[in-house]
């Protein structure tokens, strides 16, 4: 018996010692943007078709749909109260995340998302506009 309790100590100790460490400068809590290998003949000529891709390669879509309220606004509601003047703000706003200007559930930012791709996610969002 006394062997037994000293080879499940061992193992125990063995298990313990042998657990893989995270990179303590990585942040986990961050989304980043994943790199999208494309060729000339995967990308549409419709307008917003990349950004179309991004959305739905990302979170937004948890939140977000085309044409009716989840937790957050509909992208035609967006398209109908925004314009292309508003594209730089509504871009960071994705990256930064909002809260207010539909209610009080805060949307969460996407910091590793470039500047450029959230201007294409916006852009297919205002090619809805009724």
């Not at 948890?62 to 925004?82: F, N």
Request: glycine residues 6%.
């Amino acid at each position: 018996m006394r062997h037994i309790v000293i080879v499940f100590f061992a193992a125990l100790f063995i298990t313990a010692c042998s657990k893989k460490e995270t990179d303590p400068n990585v942040e986990t809590n961050v989304m980043m943007e994943e790199p999208v290998a494309q060729s000339t003949e995967e990308i549409s000529t419709e307008p917003g078709a990349e950004g179309l891709k991004m959305i739905q390669g990302m979170d937004c879509l948890t939140c977000h749909k085309i044409d009716a309220r989840l937790v957050g606004p509909s992208y035609q509601e967006i398209a109908d109260k925004y314009t292309e003047a508003d594209m730089d703000m509504l871009a960071q706003k994705i990256i930064d995340g909002s809260v207010g200007t539909w209610g009080q559930i805060p949307m969460t930012p996407h910091a590793g998302l470039s500047k450029e791709n959230a201007k294409k996610m916006v852009e297919y969002i205002l090619t809805l506009k009724k």
